[in-house]
């Protein structure tokens, strides 16, 4: 497996293999790589027989009170994963790589990056936006491969994509989950025991909204309230500071507008504090 950290070898490597009439995947990443990332890993190079991994803590993402400087970093564990997956390339450049001393130029999908996450965390999906433009434009790959725990992200990449005419299909894996129900963050690190045990809460509010809309119940207020209640009462239970909500809510996936009677393929989402830990979880309705 190589390690490149320029976007002319990244660009040099991917249209190679497209010579030899190979189909390239990227994998974008910000690194503390887990068992989530290798499913996606695993997927690109079911999908592709060129696949490229990227390793990027991408700083425009982060406010200025959050967590940047110290995201979990595991370079060498993280290749290791990469390449025992089917990577074939680690993509890992400086910051000055992505962003050139004066660069200016930044991708700001109009409406989507007010909403879900970009509401609470203003400034996150432009930063998303710009670096997986930059990513995708240095690849040039057929298929990119996101997790479905980034629902939101998501739908702001598949925006952008049509929007700009990008000829990459976005791809969107399973959430993956611990055996207790906790979906996989590389920010999971950060919980002591009785916060992981805490947000559990909110894995079961969400089987709580996939039971009732199983059951027939399509009011976004019901839904909404059932995993507002549920969060409350697991949370009185923990001897910790209570889980603070950011948001919970019902939307079209592809605007992230609210919608109050849900339809199947809507989004269902929800963002929490757990101490200090902003943690997100979602289902799509069926």
Known sequence: MQILSTVAELRTWSRNARTTAKSVALVPTMGALHAGHASLIRAAAASCNAVAV?????????????????????????????????????????????????????????????????????????????????????????????????????????????????????VVCPIVRDPDGLALSSRNVYLTPAQRTQALALSRAIRQVESLATQGERRAATLIEAAKALIATEHNSVAEPALRIDYIELVDWSTLRPVEIAATGNLFALAAYVGPTRLIDNTILD
């Open 54 to 170: 990227s390793i990027f803590v991408n700083p425009t993402q982060f406010g200025p009170q959050e967590d940047f400087t110290r995201y979990p970093r595991s370079f060498e564990a993280d290749c290791a994963l990469a390449e025992a997956e089917g990577a074939h390339v680690v993509f890992a450049p400086a910051v000055e790589e992505i962003y050139p001393p004066g660069a200016t130029t930044f991708v700001d999908v109009e409406g989507l990056s007010q909403r879900l996450d970009g509401q609470s965390r203003p400034g996150h999906f432009r930063g998303v936006a710009t670096v997986v433009a930059k990513l995708l434009i240095a690849a040039e790959p057929d298929r990119a491969f996101f997790g479905q725990k980034d629902a939101a992200q998501v739908a702001l990449l598949r925006r952008m994509v049509l929007d700009l005419r990008l000829a990459t299909e976005i």
